[in-house]
């Protein structure tokens, strides 16, 4: 299908109105899974599609970040509890990157392959535990330090320094 037949991305009604109830939240406010399932009428928990679509709504157009409070509902954060909670993503890359280059290392035969995945093999491998390193709860330590009171974020070349440190 080319971008011409390509049928254009309509939002669903249930995620428009998750969207629409969310973005009326104040920060900190914790919009529970029973009042979410009122307003579509249907069940709604942390993982249901039109929740976390609405989520991911939000996060780019109207820069609300919301998370989710188990079996309870979602709450909209605050600029430190979104720090705080970043650093759950970084844990979730390393294990990722982690799994990656177990999946690579399943390789049997490296040599029988052609030189360009021999190469590619290499450099996702490579680049996966550089990943994997960087996110370290040290090397963020290590980083977080290297930035100090900076206002702006360090260039790849002060946090790589960062690193070597």
Known sequence: MTSET?????????????????????????????????VISSPVVGGTRSLQSAKRILLHES???????TRIGVKRLNDVDIVDTSFGTTKKIR???????RKLGAVEDFSAMPQA??????????TLAVVAEFSTEKTVAKITVEVGNA??????????EAFRK
């Open 63 to 69: 820069r609300m970040v919301f998370e989710v409070v």
């Open 95 to 101: 294990r990722l990157a982690r799994r990656g280059i």
């Open 151 to 160: 206002t702006d974020k360090l260039s790849i070349a002060q946090t790589i």
């Open 6 to 38: 390509m049928p254009a991305f309509r939002r669903s009604a249930d995620t428009a109105m998750l969207v629409q109830r969310l973005q009326g939240a104040t920060i900190g406010e914790t919009i529970t899974y029973e009042d979410l399932s009122k």
């Open 117 to 126: 995945s021999q190469m590619r093999h290499t450099a996702i491998t490579s």
